[in-house]
Nanobody
Framework: QVQLVESGGGLVQVGGSLRLSCAAS?????MGWFRQAPGKEREFVAA????????YYADSVKGRFTASRDNAKNTVYLQMNSLKPEDTAVYSC?????????????????WGQGTQVTVSS
């Protein structure tokens, strides 16, 4: 069993930045970030491989968001720059113990509780 705890969400103005963190209670393989806005389905944001040398981003965040990880701390990060109102959502991290890299939610075994990100215009 792996527990995930996100932090770093909050309220930020358009164009601002936030860094989300996700601390895992144990070792994980692939990690991902997803988000869900009110009234919308959960959507993929970013994925990072076990070693951190491979990342993949949704087109909507490419060039603005950067995923990274520190395996010594069992922590992954999502640096979010140039935030837009449409980035407002609950952001959740996910961990896989089966796959080193997954772009789909079905590839993940554990989920955090989520952290709210609100971008005001």
């Amino acid at each position: 069993q792996v527990q995930l705890v996100e932090s770093g969400g909050g309220l930020v103005q358009v164009g601002g930045s936030l860094r989300l963190s996700c601390a895992a209670s144990g070792r994980t393989l692939g990690m991902g970030w997803f988000r869900q806005a009110p009234g919308k389905e959960r959507e993929f944001v970013a994925a990072i491989s076990r070693t951190g040398d491979s990342t993949y981003y949704a087109d909507s965040v490419k060039g603005r968001f950067t995923a990274s990880r520190d395996n010594a701390k069992n922590t992954v990060y999502l640096q979010m720059n140039s935030l837009k109102p449409e980035d407002t959502a609950v952001y959740s991290c996910a961990a896989s113990t089966r796959s080193s890299f997954s772009l789909s939610s079905v590839g993940y075994d554990y989920w955090g509780q989520g952290t709210q990100v609100t971008v005001s215009s």
